[in-house]
């Protein structure tokens, strides 16, 4: 099997662009919501979102592009014949709408998920290896950086460039408000017992991953490594998670059987999925005692959509980005706006000061509807 | 393969074929040859995905018309692979993706990789088309793409034993327009 291993990365928030960015933000515990001026938000029932400013979305296509080039030339990394390229994404739902508004020059073709894979492996020279697009929703990214993953340590493939992307817009955020699912208050509060649900932010993020031996031979300088990855179903509703955690602990046991750490005691922090709504918070905790055990009490978890908002598809690769600056800076991002404990939340959440720590390892995690989850987990190099 | 009209209905599953078309294709494979969930994934492959209920959700937001809660449900592909796994008791990974060309051998390719996981033993791949939208009319005009004429998916239950090779790489809508070669 061969090792795999990140060697750049490239990523836009509500914060700006780039690392210093998300160190500022979310690392410094600062909330990025505000009322968006995206569309006419009077028909809601919250107008906050975490988003760039601007008034108007940047085509998806244009945003994942420009992280593609930061990571890309971060990594110094060159396409090979069969690099694979790999987007988590739904399509540009913003297009979507202008679409149907009818206005002139729209390109239908930006509302397909694939075409935005195919437009990002021709912008890096990669139209000739495997192209897809993962529209698995809130674990779209992190599936495609799983699939990575098992396409490098396979010899299939020795590069991947992953990447994920959600912009604010009308028709998703129409859709959050009428299941009832965000905050009203413009907080987002993972793991308190006042949180009243999650908020959409911007998120896009790009990461290259190579085998370790092609990065040595062409002299590249690995960031961390991916050692452990999986994925696992609650079997259980459509839409709600199972109360136990079951099938995010089943694929958080996938990925440290892989790493070798069956019981997670390699471990030193949790990036978890923490949307502050009513079940995913009391789930994923009980989630995270099956897979620890007694040693779930001394595990820092934290959840960074308390100031990025919940950037959907987009999600799994960016919160891989933030624990690798975890990994590489040696801070753990804190769980902002943290307010009172809920007795069924009862885990080490970082409350809302970031806290220096010596990271090794730590685990990334990711849920959506129907149960399905992801867990990846990344040691420093 | 099944068309939109052979397929059986699912509950809370109305506005779109899309959903009752994977379940329908799911639920015949699955009951035909029942194995073990925990060592089961699924994998859907769509180019365009569920138009059905994407563009009847943005018609309803431009005509200004209160977002469906259903609609917000079924936003994504995973609602129904949450039925599916939940009546089938399948608790291995769930997977949406999308591809422009080629779509059935992404599929047979990515359930390669998913095998090399000790872990697991079987994959049920469903490819899923809707015939569309004005919408898929212009992008597949866009792209130069044939658009699907009918509603239609096609599953096929894989094991370990099946090699990409075994399987003949076939594209799915060949499988789907009848004897493969």
């Known amino acids: ?381 | 393969m099944i068309t939109a009209n052979r397929a059986d209905p699912v509950p809370g599953f109305v506005e779109s074929s899309f959903n009752p078309l994977i379940h329908d294709v799911a639920r015949r494979c699955l009951t035909e040859r029942p194995g073990d969930g925990t060592r089961t994934a699924l994998l859907v492959g769509s180019t365009v995905g569920d138009s059905g209920t994407t563009d009847l959700a943005s018609r309803l937001l431009i005509g200004g018309q209160v977002s469906n809660p259903l609609l917000f449900m079924q936003a994504t592909a995973n609602a129904i692979l949450g039925y599916v796994s939940k009546e089938f008791g399948i608790t291995g990974p769930l997977i949406a993706m999308s591809a422009l060309t080629g779509l059935g051998s992404a599929l047979l390719d990515t359930a390669h990789v998913l095998l090399d996981d000790e872990e697991l033993d079987r994959v049920l791949l469903v490819g899923v088309e809707l015939a569309g939208s004005d919408r898929t009319a212009a992008f597949c005009r866009e792209l130069g793409l044939p658009q699907p004429t009918e509603d239609f998916a096609v599953a096929l239950l894989v094991d370990r034993d099946t090699s990409f090779e075994d399987s003949g790489g076939y594209d799915l809508r060949r499988l789907a327009e009848g004897p493969t070669p």
């Open chain 1, 1 to 381: 099997m061969s090792e795999v291993v990140v060697t750049g990365f490239g990523v836009r928030t509500a914060f700006g662009r780039g690392a210093d960015a998300l160190r500022r933000g979310v690392f410094g515990g600062v909330p990025a919501f505000a009322p968006t001026t995206r569309f006419d938000t009077g028909p809601y029932r919250t107008p906050f979102a975490a988003t760039t400013g601007t008034d108007k979305p940047d085509l998806m296509r244009d945003v994942l592009g420009e992280c593609t080039d930061e990571a890309v030339e971060m990594a110094g990394f060159t396409a090979r014949d069969d690099t694979a390229v790999l987007v988590g994404t739904s399509g540009d739902f913003a297009v979507l709408t202008r679409f149907w508004r009818g206005e002139a020059g729209v390109e239908a073709a930006d509302t397909v998920p694939a075409w935005q894979a195919d437009l990002l492996a021709a912008r890096i020279g990669a139209s000739s290896g495997r192209r897809l697009a993962f529209t698995n929703a809130c674990v779209a990214s992190a599936a495609a950086i799983i699939h990575a993953c098992g396409l490098i340590a396979s010899g299939r493939v020795s590069s991947a460039v992953c990447a994920g992307a959600y912009l604010v817009e009308e028709e998703v955020f129409a859709k959050f408000d009428s299941g009832r699912a965000m905050s009203r208050d413009g907080f987002v509060r993972p793991f308190s017992a006042d949180r009243g649900g999650m908020l959409l932010g911007d998120g896009v993020a790009t990461v290259v991953l190579e085998s370790a031996e092609a990065v040595r031979r062409r002299g590249g300088r690995p960031l961390a490594a991916v050692v452990g990855w999986g994925a696992g179903s609650d079997a259980y509703h459509v839409s709600r998670p199972h109360p136990d955690g079951a099938g995010l602990a089943a694929a958080a046991g996938r990925a440290l059987r892989r790493a070798d750490d069956p019981d997670g005691l390699r471990i030193d922090y949790v990036n978890a999925h923490g949307t502050a709504t009513k079940f995913n918070d009391p789930a994923e905790t009980r989630g995270l005692r099956r897979v620890f055990g007694t040693r779930a009490d001394q595990v820092p978890v934290s959840s960074t959509k308390s100031t990025t908002g919940h950037m959907l598809e987009a999600a799994g690769v960016v919160e891989f980005v933030i624990t690798l600056l975890a990994l590489t800076d040696g801070v753990l991002p804190p769980t902002a706006n943290f307010t009172e404990a809920d007795p069924d939340c009862d885990l080490d959440y970082v409350p809302n000061v970031a806290r220096d720590a010596d990271v090794r390892r730590a685990l990334n995690l990711n849920a959506a509807f129907g149960g399905v989850n992801t867990a990846l987990v990344l040691e420093r190099r």
